[in-house]
């Protein structure tokens, strides 16, 4: 049987310091400024925004898209020839460099933005598969949850580091600083640069590369090998039923990501300054959830964990939606001087809490149903549900909005976190993690 030791501290630390850098990405560029940048002054279809919402949401769901293409088989021949920091260094350069370039998307060059965001996204989402893969061989199951914890903990620490720069320097995202808001790209593009060198030095190659087999091409590898797994996915039943839940709460997930600085903006309608804070909020709560939800995965369990997560996520949900409402009620019945801009950083707080954890939570899940073996290939599936998500959220959000308005389109996510919970009852979490072990075992046959 494979043994599954932990790591030393140096390489545990080096693979979270890439969780460090990439946020940078994903909050600046994704969350909280470049998004809110494009669809109000790239776009700039006021007073509503839809063109510009819409937009920014294809050109997240064609980078998923891609994403769920390449991620398995990529992941299969990553497996077969112990490539993994190989092709982790080429999407990190290719993220890099496109993010850099996105200094040059302004108005009247919305589609040189469109191309960016999906050359910059593709290679930063499919980089997360491939980091995500080395956390099998980092430790036994018990200490999964704390170490995939402490490294989404870091990554938040990274978005606020990050983000110190743009609030000092930077400035606000307006139309008459767009001159120096526009510098978010290349600095983003630099943090993540030099953030991650501790990744590619200290983090080991595990497994043994194997000779490609006569006359057999790397794409012909990766489909036989996808093709296989799919074949036995059977036997891992749980970590199928999984990937079904992780497609509808990443689903919730990947809108609020993507809209809930731009639904502050456009809807709460929040100051300058009530906008930094709450991004310091949130990074703090996110940090503290997927921090200490790491040790209650291993106390109580990481399935049970990922179902306290998706109920915290519906009253976030819930709250968001209720937010102007509940502003206007304080004031019109209880003489209260409640500004929903106010009760908004509350929310983002309950928010934040669950996004940390949830996240967390479910790459460890996939990290315990995952034989070491292939553990790139089964973080590859785990890729292409949570971009497959992104492509069906943000492309269903992008139309309700333009429908109904991004307020009331909010409340899709409710729905998406239900069934998420409905469909995660039916894993039994002891029962993939003993398929694990015995496929590592050689039990299974495969």
Known sequence: MTQRTRAPRREILGWAMFDFANSAYTTLIITVVFGDLFTRVIVGDAPDYRLGNLLWSLALAVSYLL?????PIVGAVIDYTA???GFLFASYLLTVVTTAMLYWAAPGYVWLGVILIILSNFAFSIGESFIASFLPSLGPPEDLGKISGFGWA?????????????????????AENFERIRWVGPWTAFFFLAAAIPTFVWLREPGLARALPPATSYIQLGISRVSQTLTHLKAHRDLAVLLVAVFFSMSGISIIITYAFIYGAQVIRWDESVRTLMFVLVQITAAAGAFGFGFIQDRIG???????????????????YLTPAIAQIAQAQLGLDWQAQYIFLFVGCVAGMSLGACQSTTRTLVGLFSPLTRSAEMFGFWGLSMKLAGVFGLLAIGLLQALFGLH???LFCILLFVVAFIVARAVDETRGRRIAAEHDAGVRGW
């Open 302 to 320: 990481a399935l049970r964990t990922y179902l306290l997560t998706l109920i915290l996520w519906i009253l976030a949900i819930l709250l968001i």
């Open 408 to 410: 009331k389109a909010v």
């Open 154 to 174: 870091l990554g938040y620490i990274g978005g606020l580091a990050s983000t110190l720069f743009v609030v000092l320097l930077l400035g606000e995202v307006s």
């Open 83 to 85: 490539t993994k920091k």
């Open 67 to 71: 994403v769920v293409v390449c991620s």
